[in-house]
């Protein structure tokens, strides 16, 4: 239902946008963020936005990424600005129903310093 796009590398200061796009129209879900992934560590939310439109972020993208989203494409955008070597990750899309959960597969994104 969810598929994730944008993924690439980019150089530490650069910017990338990643795209959700859903099968079905956005706001049919509660929810939806945007999760990443190094390995061996735990999934963790970077930044996710209420149907509400309520946003929140991981201090660590705070003032540097912008969730955002665009109904008439059912789409969900995660724009990456002043990106970070630690920013290295696998980006997953994520949008809650009633408390399910469904994700899309992973987009990589590799910052080299």
């Known amino acids: 239902q969810l598929q994730a796009s944008g993924g690439g590398l980019v150089q530490a200061g650069g910017s990338l946008r990643l795209s959700c796009t859903a099968s079905?129209?956005?706001?049919?879900?509660?929810?939806m963020a945007w999760y990443r992934q190094t390995p061996g560590k735990q999934r963790e939310l970077v930044a996710g936005?209420?149907?509400?439109?309520?946003?929140n972020y991981a201090n660590s993208v705070k003032d540097r990424f912008t969730i955002s989203g665009d109904s008439t494409k059912n789409t969900v955008y995660l724009q990456m600005n002043n990106l970070r070597p630690e920013d290295t990750a696998v980006y997953y899309c994520?949008?809650?129903?009633?408390?399910?959960?469904?994700w899309g597969q992973g987009t990589e994104v590799t910052v080299s310093s």
């Open positions: 994520n949008g809650n129903l009633a408390f399910t959960n469904y």
């Open positions: 079905t129209r956005i706001f049919t879900f509660d929810s």
């Open positions: 936005r209420t149907l509400g439109g309520i946003t």
